[in-house]
């Protein structure tokens, strides 16, 4: 997964604050949606619930997993946040890696949900987060191909 992995030079942190080595075995193949959200986004707060279905849902079937990068303005609401979702997160005191990911994919606003080759780290998907609500929330054309 180096191409993924070295996107974000090991600062990939688990539910359990551990870091994750996305070069592991166990994540070659994958599909990995970066997800940029925050705590104070009202559209965010009501698309998370939906994207923790749908990851719970599909994430073994559908091999991929999620990145969390967080646009809160301090940790403790990133904390509280974060605390609901089950995947993983770039660490919230990494803000140049965050401005660094965000520059190199045009991020513009949130909730947005990107989904990348794990081992390439080239884009599948641009508008994941819309796939995800409306177009097909069960996942059957899962990854999904930007037009």
């Known amino acids: 997964m180096a191409g993924v992995a070295k996107l974000f030079d090991d600062h990939i942190l688990d539910k359990s604050k551990e870091l994750v080595d996305l070069n592991d075995e ?12 925050a705590h104070w986004c009202g559209p965010c707060r ?8 749908f990851y719970n849902s599909h994430a073994k079937d559908k091999n991929f997993e999620i990145i969390f990068i967080s646009s809160d303005n301090d940790e403790e609401s990133f904390n509280e946040y974060y605390e609901h979702m089950p995947w993983f997160t770039l660490d919230f005191k990494e803000s140049d890696k965050k401005a660094e990911i965000e520059n190199k994919f045009d991020i513009t606003g949130i909730p947005t949900l ?20 409306s177009d097909d929330s069960e996942g059957e ?3 999904w191909k930007s037009s």
């Not at 166990?26 to 959200?37: D, H, R, T």
């Not at 009501?46 to 279905?53: M, V």
């Open 46 to 53: 009501r698309f998370t619930p939906k994207l923790i279905e």
């Open 114 to 133: 990107i989904l990348l080759d794990g081992d390439s780290g080239d884009i599948i998907c641009t508008d994941a987060d819309e796939r995800v609500s």
């Open 26 to 37: 166990e994540y070659k193949g994958k599909v990995i949606g970066l997800y940029f959200s």
């Open 141 to 143: 054309k899962f990854p």
